[in-house]
């Protein structure tokens, strides 16, 4: 009874029509399910008189491969038939590519290039890798100047002459001693200083350096060049000051504010209550780093300027903490849009 019964369910597979998906899933369920014929053989056998049961065991279990093979077989032809029909499917919507954004600083970067290259300024960049020359001694820093001590400056190996450099100013230094006047030029990059890291320090930071030299240039070129750059870069009121200050490589040197970019000026927290926020140091250049340039200071004057990329891109979006741009967060770095 019960042979006769596996041989026409054999039958009945062997015969079985399968057009669709559906009729596979039906499959599994007429016969391989739990509740399946199958196992209502195996649910039989326990019927099956001890001397027929090695060879009515041996049906059902052949009969149970011959099934799950079948099984297998059909759904895998229905999947990939399916997924086939999908990729050939020329009305189905592409796949969504995700764009990254620009990093803030580079977006500021960008900007503060297009602002100067607007006046005629060119890009050039030097080495981050440098020697205490164009760093240090032919911008007329002293033996002893603070600014080549340990704590500030990281230097490579024990060799006291390579180092890295500690502000763009060293591309000053290149771009004279390669180029004769006239000379309008920013160099933008990054910069080195031992320092602890804090919300308002790094140890690793960008700067943007100007430089024009040329024949008469004068200290009110200087103010008129940054006033224009303040007022492109952080809107037509703003205002600025020069105070006197005092760089190696330039004199006279100044510090220049802007009004604040919070509360133009009335005085707020950001700028603590005084109305004006410092953001660059600028001068005109001092007569040695020309005569280390092998530039005569008689023939030709020039102005040099420096600022912070991290310190203008935390005004501009009133970041509070200097570590948000390396974190690589990208709930932070995706609010920042930009044409650039
Ligand atoms: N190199 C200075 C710094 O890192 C910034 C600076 C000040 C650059 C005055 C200049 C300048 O070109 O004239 O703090």
Redesign the pocket.
Known sequence: MILEKIEQIKEELEKIKISKKEDVENLRLKYISKKGEINKLFADFKKVSPDKKKVVGKAINDLKTFTVNKFDELSKHFEDKGSDEIKNDLTRPGEPLTLGTRHPLAIVRNEIIEIFSRLGFSVNEGPEIEDDWHVFSA?NFPPEHPARDMQDTFFIERDPDILLR????SV?TRVMENNAPPIRSIFPGR?FRNEAISARAHCIFH?I???YVDKNVSFADLKQTLLYFSQELFGKDTKIRLRP?Y?P??EP???MDVSCTICGGTGCPICKGTGWLEI??????DPNVFKSCKIDSKEYTG??????VERIAMLKYGITDIRKFYENDTRFLNQFQSAW
Do not use: I, N
Not at 280 to 285: I, K
């Open positions: 911008l500690t502000h763009t100013s000053q910069v700067q350096e100007g430089l200050s760089f490589f330039t040197s100044a510090e660059l140091g600028c001068g005109m250049v102005f040099a300027f420096g600022m912070g």
